[in-house]
């Protein structure tokens, strides 16, 4: 069983063994629970995904707005979720709007990548890179990491 919280209302929703969660619709509002692209959050969303998620990892994107490097790996972000869905989702906290949630994470340069199973921090790195090498550390620290 997966468990996935729909970025457009935030109610989890279940999505059975044996079925494709990318087809899967929130049970709540009827909208995709998966949609192919990051999803931006804020801080209270981001603890709603991190209690909510189940089955499934969590990658987390910590940018700003005027990060040049932040700005140039936003669309290499969203060319690995079309790659790690629905393995893990992709998520996107702007640090300058939810300082608090970033400080919580121990955010100590952007861009920065969270890797999050089962509430919890599993892997981070920092640094822009591109779509290739985001799909290839994600699958790397979730085959390191202890079930």
Known sequence: MTQF???ACGAANRTPEGRDARQAKCGKCHNPLLTGAPVEVTGAQLQAHRNGTKGAALLLDVWAPWCGPCRSMAPQFAAAAKDLEPDVRLLKL?????P????ALGVSGIPALFLIRDGKVIAQTAGAMPASQIVGWTRQALARAPA
Do not use: Q
């Open 5 to 7: 919280v729909c970025p």
């Open 94 to 98: 702007n640090s300058d709007a939810e």
């Open 100 to 103: 608090a949630a970033a400080s």
